[in-house]
């Protein structure tokens, strides 16, 4: 990708962040939120405004690094491995410092490749945690009826 079509993408992407933080300025005041009685959504809408501000500024933050990397000349390539990033992914997300591959390496043990919105198990944490978390300490266990016992029917007579 050339510089000046990289500068244009930047360009886009900053003021793209800067129209979406000057919207987040502009927020109701908590008062105009909700009831007074339940204030589950000023909550909710404080929440909400606090990861958007959060994402926006991580976002923010790899523009900076972006920009930084086309002053140094080193714009679209992988901060990982220096790797070329093919402009077709640099159109999608200006911002991409990894290549695709790279990426979803780095998101191994999180997704899975053919489910990406499926959560794999943690890997750190036994079998034994794992059944553990899974049982529930309010039941009581499940024991053999009295009643009623079965044996296995023994077929080799």
């Known amino acids: 990708m050339d510089q000046a079509q990289a500068r244009a993408l930047l360009a886009g992407e900053r003021a ?4 979406l933080l000057q919207a987040g300025a502009g927020e109701l005041p908590a008062a105009e939120l909700g009831d007074e009685v339940d204030d589950a959504d000023r909550r909710t809408a404080e929440e ?6 959060e994402l926006l500024r991580a976002r923010w933050a790899a523009l900076e690094r972006a920009e930084a990397r086309l002053a140094a000349g080193s ?5 990982r491995s220096g790797q070329q990033i093919p402009d077709e992914r640099l159109e999608a997300d200006p911002l991409a410092e990894l290549t695709v591959q790279e990426a979803a390496d780095a998101a191994v ?12 198990a943690d ?29 296995p029917h023994n077929q080799a007579r």
Not at 16 to 19: A, I, K, N, V
Not at 48 to 53: E, K, P, R, S, Y
């Open 16 to 19: 793209r962040l800067q129209r």
């Open 109 to 120: 043990g999180l997704v899975s490749a053919d489910h990406p919105f499926e959560v794999l």
């Open 123 to 151: 890997p750190d944490i036994t079998p034994e945690e794992e059944q553990a978390s899974e049982e529930d300490d309010d039941e009581p266990a499940l024991e053999p009826s009295p009643g009623i016992h079965i044996e």
């Open 48 to 53: 909400t405004g606090l990861a958007v501000d």
């Open 75 to 79: 714009y679209g390539r992988s901060v």
